[in-house]
């Protein structure tokens, strides 16, 4: 899915009252975990292929109609079932929130009543920005003039400020509106409080199909979606998305029908999916794989 451009922690707390973390001993905590956690990746490097997708998407003032945002704006601020929701509107042509809810203003600001945006917890930062740019590449790089963008959905969950004190929330965006040349333009978030508050703290995501009704998860384990299978698998996974059998495809590979089936099963270990129907499903939402 689309997301605002991945943030930049202002913690002030803790729930163990660990006294203000300052901006350099944040970033040394950041890069702490990075070296710690291998498959992070670095928050600069993050926001560098944040900006190039973005910059992927060619705006012209004449593809909007301000109308539309406001029927939006006028919707939510007056939806009963979401006035106890904090709910926000991205602009991705302006880069920048169109919307906050009062309840999103309310929920976000410190014991002083200081608004500051949406804080997330130190340790759960890089992997929250690298579910959010995965769920962008998973929608950018797939988009064709015959898909509706605004049926994936993005669900995730992590912790962040509240009224001084980081309580785990579930965030779920989703693409209200692309403009009339299909760029990806106004992004919808809604964030409540997690039931669960209990640890362990861990950052969950999933990408939704909301027509196909297909979920997968976890979506940062396969930010780098190239890299997923190896050129031998991709080229597996091709031929049993063409419903060929297993000796067809050995025949056409020059190998055994035994290591085709080895391939099969690495396909579906590294994919997390139990069969090659939902392996074939999950590497088109990924881009491995034509549509």
């Not at 500051?116 to 690298?130: C, K, T, Y």
């Not at 196909?212 to 976890?218: E, K």
């Not at 780098?224 to 059998?245: M, N």
Request: proline share 5%; with cysteine; net charge negative.
């Amino acid at each position: 899915m689309a997301a605002p451009q991945p943030p930049v922690s202002t913690a002030r707390s803790s729930e163990t009252g660990v006294s203000p973390i300052e901006p350099d001993v944040r970033f040394r905590e950041i890069r702490y975990l990075c070296a710690r956690k291998l498959h992070l990746l670095p928050m600069e490097i993050l926001q560098k292929q944040y900006a190039e997708l973005l910059a992927g998407q060619q705006f012209r003032e004449e593809d909007f109609d301000p109308a539309v945002l406001a029927r939006h704006i006028a919707a939510l601020s007056s939806s009963v079932l979401l006035a106890g929701c904090a709910v926000s509107i991205f602009d991705l042509h302006r880069c920048e929130h169109a919307y906050e809810s009062e309840f999103h203003r309310a929920l976000f600001s410190d014991p002083q009543q200081e608004y500051a945006g949406v804080r997330i917890h130190p340790e759960d930062l890089v992997q929250v920005a690298r579910n959010g740019v995965a769920g962008m590449r998973h929608v950018f790089l797939r988009r064709n003039p015959n898909m509706d963008v605004r049926r994936f959905k993005l669900i995730r969950e992590y912790r962040a400020l509240v009224h001084g004190v980081y309580k785990r929330v579930t965030e779920e965006f989703q693409i209200l509106e692309t403009d009339r040349a299909g760029n990806v333009w106004l992004v919808l978030s809604i964030v409540n409080l997690s039931a669960n508050q209990q640890p362990p703290y861990k950052v969950a995501s999933q990408l939704i199909d909301t027509r196909t009704g297909d979920s997968f998860s976890p979506l940062d384990d396969f930010f780098d979606r190239e890299e997923i299978l190896t050129p031998r698998e991709r080229e597996v996974l091709h031929r049993i998305a063409q419903g060929r059998p297993s000796k067809e495809i050995a025949d056409e590979l020059h190998i055994s029908i035994h290591t085709v089936n080895t391939h099969r099963q690495r396909i579906l270990a590294k994919l997390g999916v139990d069969n090659s129907l939902e392996a074939v499903k999950y590497a088109w939402i990924l881009g491995i794989l034509d549509a």
